[in-house]
């Protein structure tokens, strides 16, 4: 069993930035991947970003370049968020894989 545990989250005004971390542990040995995704009040959750074990990641197009995320896809993910805007405001939840394990998210609210 896998634990995740997200951390930075907060209130900023738009165009500021934040900075979310994860960690994960227990059974990690298996996890070859990491994503962050999010969920908006009244949206279905979203993929944000993933970064794998080589290292290579992936972004969903609306945070594709101002994003980033790092992390060694094994027990640590970080989202550095830069120009946020007021629609980037969600619960943003660490994801790891395999076996599928989340987080219990952090809110994320930019102000316009």
């Known amino acids: 069993q896998v634990q995740l545990v997200e951390s930075g989250g907060g209130l900023v005004q738009a165009g500021g930035s934040l900075s979310l971390s994860c960690a994960a542990t227990?059974?990690?040995?298996?996890?070859?991947?990491m994503a962050w995704y999010r969920q908006a009040p009244g949206k279905q959750r979203e993929w944000v970003a993933t970064?794998?074990?080589?290292?290579?990641t992936n972004y969903a197009d609306s945070v594709k370049g101002r994003f980033t995320i790092s992390g060694d896809a094994k027990n640590t993910v970080y989202l550095q968020m830069n120009s946020l805007k007021p629609e980037d405001t969600a619960v943003y939840s660490c994801f790891a894989g395999p076996p599928p394990s989340w987080g219990q998210g952090t809110q994320v609210t930019v102000s316009s």
């Open positions: 227990g059974s990690i040995f298996s996890i070859n991947a």
């Open positions: 970064i794998a074990s080589g290292g290579s």
